[in-house]
């Protein structure tokens, strides 16, 4: 097999043809419209009669069981006003969190921030198709539900300054760096990826939050659709102890967290089965997409002030690094489409393949010794007190 440092440079791998890139979509509607049915409601998926329906705004909003709403998971009581003349320490943070949970919950907002232009480049690439283009306009109302939350839970608990949070929100929307696939394969590959990798980075964000302290059920219980949290109400956060009250903040957290990766995982799960579907139709074109997606992938939040910082502690704190992007979200969605013994592909597509393989086995060499000189800092940070590490206050716990 091709070495990685053999590898053709990916810029001078051949674009992929328009015309036949312009082919497939039309083709995708028929498999379109039964997954946002499922998306919609398994009931309407399973019923013969509406899976293949074209759904409507009515069907969405009748048919939906599963909707929630972010206002009725923020733990408002914990909340105090910020006065005209404000002064934010850092020491106000009301669950006081590790800088790599704060850096995680900061890249996630401010990735999810930049909605507008994800939804303006989805509707570029997949807007000629009537399905699709529906499809965006849900996944849209159901995105902006996860920068509602989060800001409302980092406002709410006082991680950072309100006013710094919005002036980077504003900074992302106005230079609206996100990332532009070439053609429709490429962007439904793209966010194939990038919807499953944000599920593991959300998920384990709630998980780095919460682990350091016990969960009781008793105060973040959902209610029984799991569309709220059940007992903001009882919970009157003033009247908590700090340790208790920081302990609720936390929990909180990973309530608010798994509720938006839940989300990500059905997105994730429309655009792998549209992926898989347009596989099945011109195997060559998504072979191609996929390594262009795998060896070029950046996450979309590149244009987040210190982005390359925050986004170092975050791989620091095991939220997401090499290693979860290659065995957590790479590997699983080629082993799914079956890239490694997918047939009737031509020359072109071949060698994309024999080079997306080759740089996956380079993927998994780098991800390890990253891993493992991590690990080995995050021994040495918990044996000693003096040795600061960024996840240490929620792993010393
Ligand atoms: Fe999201
Ligand atoms: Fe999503």
């Known amino acids: 097999m091709t070495e990685r440092a053999e590898l053709t440079p990916l810029d001078e791998v051949p674009p992929i043809n328009p015309e036949v890139d312009k082919a497939l979509l039309p083709q995708l509607t028929d498999v379109a419209i039964p997954l946002i049915n499922r998306h919609i409601n398994p009931a309407r998926f399973r019923d013969p009669a509406l899976r293949d329906e074209f759904p409507t705004v009515t069907t969405y909003m009748g048919d939906n069981s599963d909707q929630w709403t972010p206002a009725l998971m923020v733990p408002w009581t914990v909340g105090q006003n910020f006065a005209p003349n404000y002064d934010w320490h850092k020491d106000q943070d009301k669950a006081t969190l590790p800088q790599a949970a704060v850096s995680a919950l900061l890249l996630g907002l401010l990735t999810e921030d930049n909605l507008p232009w994800y939804s303006e480049t989805i509707n570029r690439k997949f807007g000629g198709n009537e399905a699709l283009n529906f499809w965006n306009r849900i996944w ?40 532009e696939p070439p053609s429709a394969t490429e962007a439904f590959v793209y966010v194939t990826i990038q919807e499953l990798a944000t599920r593991i980075s959300h998920m384990n964000t709630g998980k780095l939050i919460a682990d350091t302290v016990e969960q009781d059920e008793a105060i973040v219980r959902l209610s029984k659709d799991g569309t709220a949290l059940a007992s903001v109400e009882p919970v009157k956060a003033d009247s908590l102890d700090p340790e208790h009250r920081e302990s609720y903040v936390r929990q909180v957290a990973r309530t608010i967290m798994t509720r938006i990766a839940g989300d990500e995982n059905k997105h994730f799960a429309f655009y792998r089965d549209l992926t898989e579907a347009a596989t099945q139709i011109d195997p060559s074109t998504v072979v191609k997409a996929l390594e262009k997606q795998i060896r070029g992938f950046q996450m979309p939040g590149t244009g987040i002030r210190d982005f390359w910082t925050h986004a170092g502690i975050v791989a620091e704190a095991g939220v997401y690094d090499l290693e979860i992007h290659h065995d957590k979200i790479l590997s699983p969605v080629l082993k799914r489409l079956g890239f490694v013994s997918l047939e009737g592909l031509d020359d072109e597509a071949e060698r994309a393949r024999e080079r997306t393989l080759a740089f996956m086995g380079g993927l998994k060499k780098t991800a390890a010794r990253y891993a493992e000189q991590r690990d080995e800092r995050r021994a040495a940070a918990a044996d000693d007190p003096s040795i600061i590490w960024v996840g240490k206050p929620a792993l010393a716990v």
Request: charged share 30%; aromatic share 2%.
């Open 140 to 179: 849209t109302g159901e995105e902006d539900r996860h920068s509602e939350v989060m800001r409302a839970y980092m406002t709410t608990g006082r991680l950072v300054d309100p006013v710094q949070l919005d002036r980077d929100r504003m900074a992302q929307i106005i230079t609206a760096e996100v990332p």
